[in-house]
């Protein structure tokens, strides 16, 4: 699954470097100065997170497809302000999670951590749990078989102590007793049905004396559940639940339809699934009734292969896949995962056609880079106007460092005048390339390329200030 999981990692780095990459410094790159690129277009422009943003409504990317989108006419500084100023509005949605109780629960629960080994003192099971009987840890490590009913127990927290009581279970995982508020506790109540299917998740390598070699024997299994519920209480009010549920008929298919649901308190998030003609995958994320995220994926090919990793027996896989977030900004386009596959695989052989690391790492990246963009067809989009902003590609770039470029003093001793004496010198500077690297950028209409992470570098200050007080806020560490 490594060549897969790389393929994945791109598109993931494509996402979440729209929002994310935001910061006060960025490094330098090609086109990092470089205002002529053409990009999308819409709101208010003043970064101030005024904008249209009512989000009362968000459609899938435009009724019309996303080829059919023309590009903004918006300079880049221009729709710099716009992303800004949508950001802050995103942004402004989440301004009451700091008040969000399911949130609350789960930031107690973090603190209280039941499962903190290395600080014993502080509520840390370790020995609380083997003084019941019930050897979690050594069982954990014994056992040839896992299941979610090993980990059962009730666990209550002890306000005088610190520490944590235990009881065994054979329904549930239960935490109660945690401080939430000055005058509320916490609970997190635990349930799952199991589907009786195995995975192997331990293999050995062992000596077999009848065939005279080494042969990979099992030494561990997971059960896996096809229900999991987990339940979240502030005081005796339910206010948040998470249900997964999986249609697991063995260890060599993939299930017909997983599903998640989990509500927290007035946020749900949603995640769906489907092995069928094409497969498609789906995810949201809402505020009451209104989309704040988006994903969704459809791929055609056998994905029962990919249980067995078999990746190149999967058929054809190809489809379509977009991120979409508060419908202000989104990554849409096709993919090609089999010929992109095929690529990676070629690729591992770079390693030992090389003398060097240094031409060995480079080679890679581009090919890796080259087989990603040959393999999908991307665009940064805005779904609320229907016009595109860059198409999304990969690059390889060097990561350099430059050493030198100042005066040292030593000081030597002078056998003529029998004294030390200070002398200066200039270290030249120089640059050496550390490693190569695989970057998303942008490719806007007239040919202009900058990497993501250089485009986000500069013209972010209102909304990097406005997340950073969002923060504080959240951790409660206003002034």
Request: glycine share 8%; hydrophobic share 30%; charged share 30%.
């Amino acid at each position: 699954m490594k060549k897969l999981s790389y393929f994945l990692s791109m598109l993931l780095i494509c996402s979440v470097t729209l929002f994310t990459a935001c910061g006060d410094d960025g490094p330098e790159g090609p086109g990092g100065d470089d205002d002529s690129g053409i990009v999308d277009g819409g709101g208010d422009g003043d970064g101030d997170g005024s904008g249209d943003g009512d989000g009362d409504e968000t459609p899938k990317p435009g009724d019309k497809p996303y080829d059919e989108y023309e590009y903004s006419e918006l300079t880049i500084e221009e729709q710099k302000e716009k992303l800004q100023g949508d950001a802050n509005a995103l942004l402004a949605e989440f301004s009451d999670v700091k008040d969000n109780k399911t949130v609350a629960v789960l930031q107690a629960f973090a603190m209280f951590n039941p499962f903190n080994e290395d600080d014993e003192d502080e509520g840390g099971i370790g020995e609380e749990i083997n003084n019941t009987g019930k050897e979690y840890y050594a069982l954990r490590s014994d056992i040839d078989l896992i299941k979610m009913s090993d980990f059962y127990g009730i666990f209550k927290y002890d306000k005088k102590t610190g520490e944590w009581d235990v009881e065994e279970s054979s329904s549930k995982l239960e935490f109660s007793g945690f401080p939430v508020t000055e005058t509320q506790t916490g609970k997190i109540v635990i349930t799952s049905k199991t589907s009786g299917v195995k995975i192997d998740s331990d293999i050995d390598e062992e000596w077999d004396d009848e065939t005279g070699e080494y042969i990979d024997v099992v030494v561990e299994q997971v059960e896996l559940p096809k229900e999991v519920t987990a339940k979240i209480y502030l005081g005796s009010s339910e206010v948040g639940k998470l249900e997964a549920s999986s249609a697991i008929k063995d260890n060599k298919t993939i299930p017909t339809l997983s599903e998640l649901n989990f509500k927290l308190d007035n946020y749900t998030i949603d995640a769906k699934a489907t092995k069928s003609s094409p497969n498609v995958v789906t995810s949201t994320m809402k505020k009451g009734s209104k989309v704040l995220f988006e994903a969704k994926a459809d791929l055609t090919g056998n994905m029962d292969k990919l249980a067995q990793e078999n990746l190149f027996e999967t058929g054809v896989m190809n489809g379509n896949i977009l991120i979409n977030i508060y419908n202000k900004l989104a990554i849409t386009g096709e993919l090609n995962v089999s010929a992109y596959l095929a690529i990676a695989d070629k690729a591992d052989n770079i390693w030992d056609d090389y003398y060097n690391w240094e031409d060995a790492d480079e080679a890679y990246n581009k090919t890796m880079a080259d087989g990603f963009n040959n393999c999908t067809e991307l665009y940064l989009v805005s779904p609320s106007d229907e016009t595109k902003i860059a198409k999304v590609q990969m690059r390889a770039k060097e990561r350099t460092y430059t050493y030198g470029g100042y005066w040292i003093s030593d000081e030597r001793w002078n056998e003529e005048t029998e004294e030390w004496e200070i002398y200066n010198r200039y270290i030249e500077k120089y640059t050496v390339t550390e490693y190569w690297d695989t970057v998303a950028c942008f490719v806007f209409e007239d040919g202009t390329s900058i990497d993501a992470e250089v485009y986000f570098s500069s013209g972010f200050d209102k909304f990097i200030n406005n997340l950073n007080k969002f923060i504080d806020s959240f951790l409660g560490e206003e002034e």
